[in-house]
């Protein structure tokens, strides 16, 4: 089936430090998104991304985080500065519409990123 | 707070036997119900959705019952096999009817298929 593929699987980073999370959604999808699942917590929703904006963003989107998808290449997510709570597995999704009408996400494996 | 959640952090089942795994929400604009299942260092992927114009949907070993005025949709499963161990995530949805346009997620049934 469709695949999302998430580089690189596992990253350690200092505090303070940038860190970009790198995403290749599934190839004619149009709708991109980013989870943050804390170890025992439920995956929760950051961002979508459509079009070459941000759509809509939770609390948990920080001022320090930012997307974007240059040119169709990676669906990124960067984070500067990098802190202790944000430590988690990120994972990736993508949707070839929206999800109004049943359309399914299509997710990654999930960067486990640490900060140190 | 938690707008869907999962009762049971784990549950344990004999190979062959039936299953139901629970899902409460709490947005009445919710109008998808989907489940997803995880194996570790995988991506979830979609088992099984319904729109909340049906109550009931089938597929193979797989059903999801919606319950609307109880908030609650549950996954039943027939004839476990131990290839179903796995986490299993319940999710929920409003985009036809609130217009935005993410999933939220429960925090996950544990599942294991004992032989």
């Known amino acids: 089936g469709p695949k999302v593929l998430q580089i690189p699987s596992h990253q350690i980073i200092d505090m303070g430090q940038m860190v970009t999370l790198n995403c290749d959604p599934v190839?004619?999808?149009?709708?991109f998104y980013w989870y943050k699942q804390i170890l025992g917590q439920q995956m929760e929703f950051l961002v979508n991304?459509?079009?070459?904006?941000?759509?809509?963003k939770s609390k948990l989107f920080k001022d320090q985080f930012s997307v974007e998808r240059p040119d169709g290449s990676y669906f990124t997510l960067k984070i500067q500065p990098t802190a202790l709570e944000d430590s988690a597995v990120y994972f990736c999704?993508?949707?070839?519409?929206?999800?109004?009408?049943?359309?399914?996400?299509?997710f990654g494996s999930g960067t486990r990123l640490t900060v140190l | 707070g938690q707008q869907v959640k999962q009762s049971s952090p784990s549950l344990t089942v004999q190979e062959g036997g039936i299953l139901i795994l629970n899902c409460d929400y709490e947005?009445?604009?919710?109008?998808?119900f989907a489940w997803y299942k995880k194996y570790p260092d995988n991506s979830p992927t979609l088992l099984i959705s319904?729109?909340?114009?049906?109550d009931k949907r089938e597929d193979g070993r797989f059903t999801v019952f919606l319950n609307k005025s109880g908030k609650h949709f549950s996954l039943h499963i027939t004839a476990s096999q131990p290839e179903d161990t796995a986490v299993y995530l319940c999710?929920?949805?409003?985009?036809?009817?609130?217009?935005?346009?993410?999933?939220?997620f429960g925090q996950g049934t544990v599942l294991s298929v004992i032989p």
């Open positions: 319904v729109r909340s114009n049906v």
């Open positions: 947005n009445d604009m919710f109008d998808y």
């Open positions: 999704a993508s949707s070839l519409i929206r999800l109004g009408g049943g359309e399914t996400l299509y």
């Open positions: 991304f459509y079009n070459g904006k941000v759509m809509e």
């Open positions: 999710a929920a949805g409003a985009g036809a009817t609130g217009g935005n346009n993410k999933l939220t």
């Open positions: 190839s004619n999808h149009l709708y």
